[in-house]
């Protein structure tokens, strides 16, 4: 054997059963990742007549549901996107007076963002906006089939990795 030429070992076969495993799981990703667009598309649908875009109203989401008014930094992060998207967002969202921009106490530097009465009533609007898409996607199922899936998406989410909080 010439010890310069290296061989890659081959596969081992699947089996029947990892071969139809594979394949499922194969599907219920195209699946899922497919059930994503529609509600993103709904969503958008739902959220064009506010004037607020998906990632304006994730920023709002996320400024309501934070224990004290969060830093632009802070927002980044949870967002998981650059600082510089936020400021866009924010920009938008200040000009339809939605939120604004308070000065930290400890920190005159240091930026914070708080949700404005307007923001309030909007995020309410949101929150029926977002269960208006959720409906349409899954108008199909049951009571007891939302249920079942309900279940199964909370095994699902309980498994993944904690997200930062900040």
């Known amino acids: 054997m010439d010890p310069r030429t290296t061989t890659v070992p081959e596969p081992a076969a699947e089996t029947a059963a990892e071969s139809a495993a594979a394949e499922t799981t194969g599907r219920l990703a195209d699946q899922l990742l497919n059930l994503t667009k529609r509600l ?3 969503q958008r ?4 007549p ?3 875009t998906p990632a304006q109203s994730r920023l ?3 400024v309501a549901h934070s224990e004290a008014p969060p830093r632009m930094a802070d927002l980044a992060r949870r967002l998981d ?8 967002l924010v920009d938008a969202l200040e000009a339809h007076e939605l939120v604004r921009r308070i000065p930290d106490p400890a920190s005159r530097r240091v930026i914070r963002i708080e949700l404005t009465e307007a923001g309030g009533a909007t995020l309410h609007r949101l929150r029926l906006a977002r269960r208006a ?10 009571d007891t089939q939302r249920e079942a899936l309900t279940a ?7 498994a993944a990795p904690p997200r930062p909080r900040c």
């Open 81 to 88: 996107v650059v600082p510089r998207a936020v400021t866009t």
């Open 40 to 42: 993103h598309r709904a």
């Open 60 to 62: 709002l989401r996320t």
């Open 133 to 142: 898409a959720a409906e349409d996607l899954l108008a199909p199922l049951d």
């Open 152 to 158: 199964l998406l909370a095994t699902l989410d309980a």
């Open 50 to 52: 506010l004037g607020i």
């Open 45 to 48: 649908r739902h959220l064009e």
